[in-house]
């Protein structure tokens, strides 16, 4: 039965549960209602960030890290011909995506720029760096981990098909 039967027939144009499009629908009222409630309290602040997200993320900074993928799948796409082919690309871009998420978050202290920080919060500056570095390592090590996995599952199954 494919999905277009299972569907009302007034939904069949839409192509998913009805439930999925009134979750949607909230989704989106929810974040015009929180816009327009930002909005009104600092519309100069909005718009700075709005026209910043525009003009620095598309721009400049997605062009730099599309370009950045295609160069790491350009240089790992040649391989031996006896390594076995597995999709390996998301297992190096969730790390790298979660730590620069955080390193942008968080860059100010991660860099010791905040100097009125430790004054106001009572808590030291020191060793963000350090914790940072030391999240984009589990990061990685557990990216690695379920890519060794992956592979050893396929080396398995690939191993049961040979004969």
């Known amino acids: 039965m494919s999905a277009d039967n299972r569907a009302p027939l007034g939904f069949r144009w ?3 549960n009805p439930l999925h499009l009134l ?7 929810l974040a015009g209602y929180a816009g ?4 009104d309290a600092r519309p100069l602040g909005v718009a700075v960030w709005l026209f910043g997200a525009v003009i620095i993320h598309d721009l400049m900074l997605f062009p730099l890290y599309a370009l ?12 031996p011909a006896a390594m076995p082919v597995v999709p390996w690309i998301n297992y190096l871009r969730v790390p790298v995506l979660l730590s620069g998420l ?3 978050v968080y860059f100010p202290l991660i860099l010791g720029l905040p100097q009125g920080y430790p004054v106001i ?6 060793g963000y760096f350090e914790r ?11 990216s690695a981990l379920a890519f060794a996995l992956r592979l050893r ?3 398995r199954t690939a191993g049961r098909a040979a004969p």
Do not use: M, N
Request: overall charge positive; proline content about 2%; hydrophobic content about 55%.
């Open 132 to 142: 940072w570095l030391l999240v984009t390592g589990v990061l990685f090590a557990a």
């Open 121 to 126: 919060t009572g808590l030291p500056l020191e």
């Open 153 to 155: 599952r396929h080396l």
């Open 102 to 104: 955080l390193l942008l």
């Open 36 to 39: 327009l409630r930002l909005f």
């Open 14 to 16: 839409y192509g998913a």
């Open 68 to 79: 950045a993928d295609r160069s790491v799948q350009g240089v790992l796409r040649h391989r």
């Open 23 to 29: 979750a949607l629908i909230g989704c989106f009222a």
